[in-house]
């Protein structure tokens, strides 16, 4: 296995910067998770580390190596794709065993990784049957089989669990952590879904408009936003984001108002994560903020909690994650008080 280093890389198409000058260290056996929304530059990203797509500048390391200008498959990375790509005609194991087949490999390295590819993925009794056989999950074994048999430094994932339904993608996730734990290996992941980065992520790096926002550990990065893009699009339901000013040690806005320690007079945003915000007596009063009153919307119970959609100061809309004990009494189009937790608030500037 090997890490990999990105220098300064660059993707531009016409005046447009699809890639702009990123700089990234990805240390060798890590898992690490490109996220962001569509046209981030996540994709790009990868398709330039596995030599699809020519940088318009910047230079690509695979451990020591340049493979900057080398071709693909000289670069020693293993890609799976979206769809799986196989071959319909193909049985599992020729579709595992197609590329060491290509390369001359012989009969007894190719039963011996095929082998070992089908029983860490438990595809063995699928060997003899077609794609057109399996379902949308054992495709997608077969799919990361082919990639394991070549034994690559790199394994490069481009959106794989996308044509999954929910149940299945969240049985793979599990699946693709413990391939990596078993195979040490480094692996670079590209999804827009927030949930699966999470969940994948040794390290997460997340993208907007080209460039990297911020990259960390996955609760690192959940629990220290950097700016509010990441706080936003960074867990489900979404960070509340309240405008308003500080003023001699207090933020005010929208309603809410909040002694503040060391914060600087001016312009500032609020955010607070939907689980915590609190009833008035589900917190400690020295850890929960001065109580504001908000109208109740909507109140979706969701089994063990309960997620409210809350109105504050006539126009401003919040979504608490509420323990659902606390329901009862609880009308819709009342007011009712809350509390943030002070010491879970974040202030952007």
């Known amino acids: 296995m090997a890490g990999i280093r990105l220098e300064r890389l660059t993707k531009r198409y016409g005046s447009k910067n699809v890639v702009d000058g990123i700089d990234l260290e990805i240390a060798e056996g890590q898992f690490t998770v490109l996220v962001g929304p569509s046209g981030c530059g996540k994709t790009t990203s990868l398709r330039m580390i596995a030599g699809l797509v020519e940088p318009t500048s910047g230079r690509i390391y695979i451990g020591d190596r340049d493979v900057t200008d080398l071709e693909p498959k000289d670069r020693n990375i293993a890609m799976v794709f979206q769809n799986y790509a196989l071959y319909p005609h193909l049985s599992v194991r020729d579709n595992i065993s197609f590329g060491l087949r290509a390369r001359k490999k012989s009969k007894a390295v190719i039963d011996e990784r095929v082998e070992y590819a089908a029983h860490l993925l438990n595809v063995r009794e699928l060997l003899d049957r077609k794609p057109g056989e399996l379902s949308g999950g054992q495709q997608q074994r077969v799919a990361i089989g082919r990639a394991i048999v070549r034994q690559p430094e790199v394994f490069l994932f481009d959106e794989p669990l996308s044509n999954l339904d929910a149940k299945l993608r969240v049985e793979m996730r599990t699946e693709l952590l413990r391939l990596q734990r078993a195979l040490g290996a480094t692996m670079v992941y590209v999804t827009h879904d927030q949930e699966e980065s999470m969940a994948l992520a040794d390290e997460l790096v997340v993208m907007n408009a080209g460039s990297i926002q911020q990259r960390g550990r996955p609760q690192d990065v959940y ?11 960074i867990g489900s339901p979404a960070m509340n984001l309240v405008e308003g000013e500080i003023a001699s040690g207090v933020y005010e806005g929208r309603g809410i108002r909040i002694a503040v320690l060391d914060g600087l007079p001016g312009p500032v945003t609020l955010g607070v994560r939907p689980e915590h915000i609190h009833f008035i007596d589900d917190l400690p009063k020295e850890e929960a903020t001065e109580p504001f009153e908000a109208l109740v919307d909507v109140i979706e119970p ?48």
């Open 223 to 233: 629990d220290h936003p950097t700016n509010t893009f990441v706080s936003t699009f």
């Open 302 to 349: 969701l089994g063990a909690r309960a997620m409210l959609s809350l109105r504050v100061g006539g126009s401003q809309p919040l979504r608490a994650v509420v323990d659902s004990r606390w329901l009862g009494g609880l009308i819709e189009g009342e007011f009712s008080e809350f509390v943030f937790d002070r010491n879970r608030l974040h202030f952007f500037r």
